[in-house]
Every structure is written in C-alpha cells, then in structure tokens.
C-alpha cells in the first residue's frame, strides 16, 4: 500500500482513493480554491519511464481538451516528486463494473440510458480528436447526481499524434471489450469505442462480458480470439424476452465491420428512443437473475461507503413479490369488518 502524503502540489491529500497500474488517485483539497479534487500520480515504478511518463501526460492534455458533462474533468496538470500528477474533478459515486459486481445485471432501460450518456461524452472526444481505447463499465462511473462520467483516458490517444507511443503490432486495452482492429495492432478510430461500448452494454444487461465462458480455458488469448473469430452474442437469444431492437443494437455495435457500427450521432438517437420506450433511468435497476425483478440501490453515496467499509450487502428497496399496497388495503379494511361483524354476532347472542 503507498504512503499517503501530505500534499501534492498545493493539494492536500485526505485519504487514497485507489491504485491502478499507471499510478495511485487520492482525495484532496486545492488549498487555493477549497474545492474537492481527485489527484492522479504516476506510480514511482514508472518513474523513470518515458513512456509512461508521455502516456500519463497525454492523458491530462487530452481530457483539459474537453468540455463535456459526461467526461470527467482536469484541473490542473504537475509534477510530485519526479512523477506527473493531474489533478481531476471528484466523481462521488461508484463505478458500473462495481454495481454489477454488487447487485447483479442491470435493467435493459437503464444500461441503454447508461450507455447513451457514456457515447455522448465520448462523442465530444471523437471532436476532440481522441480515441480512449479502454472502454469498459469500469471506467464508466455512476454519480450520486445521477449522471455517467467517462474516466481514465490512460490509453488514450490522439488521432493525428504520432505512432511512438503504442508501436504497430501492439494493442492495448482490456480483453472483454477490445474491438478486433485494436487487438490486431490496427490504428484504430473512435469506432473501435463504439465497439468497446456494445460489450459494454451486453455485460451490463446480461452480467457477464460478451466472450467469456469460465473454466481454465478462459485466458486472456482465448478471449481475444473469440473476438476476432466467434460469432456475435445476442442478448434476445441468452435472456428471455429481451428487447430485440437493444439487442439488434448491441450486435451491430460488436460488428467485426466498421462499416457495420452505428456513428455516435447514430447511437445516441437509438438508444435516446429504447430508453423512452423501456424508462431507462438512473440509479439504475438490477435485475434479479431467478425471479427477474427489478430493485434499486440506495443512494449511490452510500453504496460507495459500502464498498469502501467492506459491507457484504449495500442497502436496495425490492419489490415485495405478491402484495401491492391497494391489496394491502383491501386485507386491512376486510380485517376490520370481519370484526365488526363477529362483534355483532356475540353482542346479539
């Protein structure tokens, strides 16, 4: 575990958030402004790479490019100790890949709206020139004012940057949603996110990612072989009475084609309509995978107070199965005159 520090910059840290492979992110507090910030450093075993040093970088430069209510903001880019350090918007909330992991899979309505938002931002990121190129529910974070944020752009990179960084022939990302082309070590466009993003929503809605099967055979080269070779999932066919334009969607959006996948403009207009029409929302639904109903998680405030205390069960409201509040009534008021009644009878005997 990293020693917390004092101050980065002039941030004072609280407390460490989290620790990834390209570095640590603690809360702080920008002295100067007192606003909340999540603080990013390059991890000291990279230290003296340039490599990661230029990717972390890129990083900050790419999202201080933007703009957009569903991409998660830079403050401010530095350097601790000989290791870069940006300092981003504090997302109070809990990531998808989390939930799921949590309550089980989401309701159709509200893994669309989920990924509407999340190709919304990404959108913006398109204009900006920048792939991610790391899509995943993991990166897509829930916030407590009930918005999706896009997060860690670690791997992303510039459309009309050089080829220095990430060298032909070698692909990056992670296996459950890495489109074919990247994991050939294609150059890839915003369309290899789009790709990202329909196994993204296959796995919110089914609750697993789109190409794992378990077992020992389920190793990193197997997965990105079923990528590149296996046929296409679909939901409609794995869940009973799935929505079969979501699941058409999703489908069309894991084409190994590029030509095959909807654009951003396209996506956004798709699911704005599967969401009206199934009453996509957030927090979202999590559907109970043995009797199919749907509950909702507490405030995602406290869900994330869970997962940090080491709570085994957040709080959710369920539906309770067989009693509405009208039949509820109904029993109550049929309590009471058979009361009534019975107290007629023994007063007239």
């Given at each position: 575990?990293?020693?917390?520090?004092?101050?980065?910059?002039?941030?004072?840290?609280?407390?460490?958030?989290?620790?990834?492979?390209?570095?640590?992110?603690?809360?702080?507090?920008?002295?100067?402004?007192?606003?909340?910030?999540?603080?990013?450093?390059?991890?000291?075993?990279?230290?003296?790479?340039?490599?990661?040093?230029?990717?972390?970088?890129?990083?900050?430069?790419?999202?201080?490019?933007?703009?957009?209510?569903?991409?998660?903001?830079?403050?401010?880019?530095?350097?601790?100790?000989?290791?870069?350090?940006?300092?981003?918007?504090?997302?109070?909330?809990?990531?998808?890949?989390?939930?799921?992991?949590?309550?089980?899979?989401?309701?159709?309505?509200?893994?669309?709206?989920?990924?509407r938002q999340a190709a919304s931002g990404l959108q913006e990121t398109q204009r900006a020139g920048v792939v991610h190129r790391d899509v995943k529910p993991s990166?897509?974070?829930?916030?407590?004012?009930?918005?999706?944020?896009?997060?860690?752009?670690?791997?992303?990179?510039?459309?009309?940057?050089?080829?220095?960084?990430?060298?032909?022939?070698?692909?990056?990302?992670?296996?459950?949603?890495?489109?074919?082309?990247?994991?050939?070590?294609?150059?890839?466009?915003?369309?290899?996110?789009?790709?990202?993003?329909?196994?993204?929503?296959?796995?919110?809605?089914?609750?697993?990612?789109?190409?794992?099967?378990?077992?020992?055979?389920?190793?990193?080269?197997?997965?990105?072989?079923?990528?590149?070779?296996?046929?296409?999932?679909?939901?409609?066919?794995?869940?009973?009475?799935?929505?079969?334009?979501?699941?058409?969607?999703?489908?069309?959006?894991?084409?190994r084609r590029l030509d095959v996948r909807p654009n951003y403009a396209e996506l956004v207009d798709a699911l704005g309509d599967v969401v009206g029409r199934l009453g996509g929302?957030?927090?979202?639904?999590?559907?109970?995978?043995?009797?199919?109903?749907?509950?909702?998680?507490?405030?995602?405030?406290?869900?994330?107070?869970?997962?940090?205390?080491?709570?085994?069960?957040?709080?959710?409201?369920?539906?309770?199965?067989?009693?509405?509040?009208?039949?509820?009534?109904?029993?109550?008021?049929?309590?009471?005159?058979?009361?009534?009644?019975?107290?007629?009878?023994?007063?007239?005997?």
């Amino acid at each position: 575990m990293p020693a917390v520090p004092q101050k980065i910059g002039h941030f004072k840290v609280s407390r460490l958030l989290g620790k990834g492979a390209m570095g640590e992110v603690f809360e702080a507090v920008d002295s100067s402004l007192g606003r909340r910030v999540a603080v990013k450093v390059l991890s000291q075993k990279h230290r003296e790479s340039k490599e990661f040093k230029t990717r972390f970088e890129r990083e900050g430069r790419s999202l201080a490019t933007m703009n957009h209510k569903h991409v998660v903001q830079v403050y401010f880019i530095g350097e601790h100790e000989g290791r870069p350090f940006l300092a981003m918007e504090y997302l109070d909330g809990i990531d998808v890949g989390q939930a799921i992991k949590r309550n089980g899979p989401l309701h159709p309505g509200d893994a669309a709206e989920i990924i509407r938002q999340a190709a919304s931002g990404l959108q913006e990121t398109q204009r900006a020139g920048v792939v991610h190129r790391d899509v995943k529910p993991s990166n897509l974070v829930l916030t407590s004012s009930g918005e999706v944020k896009v997060t860690d752009f670690g791997l992303a990179k510039a459309l009309q940057e050089d080829m220095s960084i990430t060298a032909t022939g070698v692909f990056v990302g992670t296996p459950d949603y890495l489109a074919p082309e990247q994991a050939m070590g294609d150059d890839v466009d915003a369309s290899a996110d789009i790709y990202a993003l329909g196994c993204s929503l296959y796995h919110m809605c089914s609750g697993n990612p789109p190409f794992r099967k378990g077992g020992s055979d389920d190793h990193y080269t197997a997965v990105v072989r079923r990528h590149l070779k296996s046929e296409r999932p679909q939901l409609k066919n794995v869940l009973p009475k799935f929505d079969e334009a979501l699941s058409d969607l999703c489908r069309r959006m894991m084409s190994r084609r590029l030509d095959v996948r909807p654009n951003y403009a396209e996506l956004v207009d798709a699911l704005g309509d599967v969401v009206g029409r199934l009453g996509g929302r957030l927090p979202p639904r999590h559907v109970d995978p043995e009797t199919g109903l749907s509950h909702t998680t507490g405030p995602l405030s406290v869900v994330e107070e869970a997962v940090e205390s080491g709570v085994t069960d957040a709080p959710e409201v369920r539906p309770r199965a067989g009693v509405s509040m009208v039949q509820l009534m109904m029993i109550v008021a049929g309590v009471l005159v058979a009361g009534v009644l019975i107290g007629l009878t023994l007063a007239g005997s």
